[in-house]
T-cell receptor, first 115, second 110 residues
Framework: NAGVTQTPKFRILKIGQSMTLQCTQD?????MYWYRQDPGMGLKLIYY???????DKGEVPNGYNVSRSTTEDFPLRLELAAPSQTSVYFC??????????????FGSGTQLSVL | KNEVEQSPQNLTAQEGEFITINCSYS?????LHWLQQHPGGGIVSLFM???GKKKHGRLIATINIQEKHSSLHITASHPRDSAVYIC????????????FGKGTKLSVKP
């Protein structure tokens, strides 16, 4: 079982560059999430999706975009990268109401630096 | 403001000790998650609970909805339990309404 696969693991961007963080899950989960984790702070939700074609903003969506064309994939797009987007990013998935799959399953994280 | 407070922030224990980590929150919730973040950064979900108590191996999680409080207990602690333990609460019925605590850093010495 691959679970939640997130790429890349590390990336350095220059200010103003763009990139896409990839996330895919093979558990047929309907819910997918993107979080960022800043030092000393709790995880904060950027965007989430309740199924293919449906996305919604979280607490800190500015500067990011997402799409959900399939159940499996939920990429996060950074446009015009800024130093404030330096963070560790986590993708996660879950299936509320489905027993053990109600729990959150996390990808391994992406450490992003914007210089 | 919806908040999740964890205590203690840092905890050092000797191998074999009984560990308790606390989580308090300020709003009515529908569920609470306990997560473990390894030193390498990976995050694993330990429990999701909405009432009572759950047990898995040496880990026990309890929740008191009326008191807005949850505890995570580790029995017979081991150095491999060293990690950051994170509490997160789900409120408002939407999966997007998940608020995370800042975590409790546990270090278990041999």
């Amino acid at each position: 079982n691959a679970g939640v696969t997130q790429t890349p693991k590390f990336r350095i961007l220059k200010i103003g560059q763009s990139m896409t963080l990839q996330c895919t899950q093979d558990m047929n989960h309907n819910y997918m999430y993107w979080y960022r984790q800043d030092p000393g702070m709790g995880l904060k939700l950027i965007y989430y999706s309740v199924g293919a074609g449906i996305t919604d903003k979280g607490e800190v969506p500015n500067g990011y975009n997402v799409s959900r064309s399939t159940t499996e994939d939920f990429p996060l797009r950074l446009e015009l990268a800024a130093p404030s987007q330096t963070s560790v990013y986590f993708c996660a998935s879950s299936y509320p109401g489905r027993g053990p799959n109600e729990k959150l399953f996390f990808g391994s994280g992406t450490q992003l630096s914007v210089l | 403001k919806n908040e999740v407070e964890q205590s203690p922030q840092n905890l050092t224990a000797q191998e074999g000790e009984f560990i308790t980590i606390n989580c308090s929150y300020s709003v009515g919730i529908s569920a609470l998650h306990w997560l473990q973040q390894h030193p390498g950064g990976g995050i694993v979900s330990l429990f999701m609970l909405s009432s009572g108590k759950k047990k898995h191996g040496r880990l026990i999680a309890t929740i008191n909805i009326q008191e807005k409080h949850s505890s995570l207990h580790i029995t017979a602690s081991h150095p491999r339990d060293s990690a950051v333990y994170i509490c997160a609460v789900l409120y408002g019925g939407s999966q997007g309404n998940l608020i995370f605590g800042k975590g409790t850093k546990l270090s278990v010495k041999p």
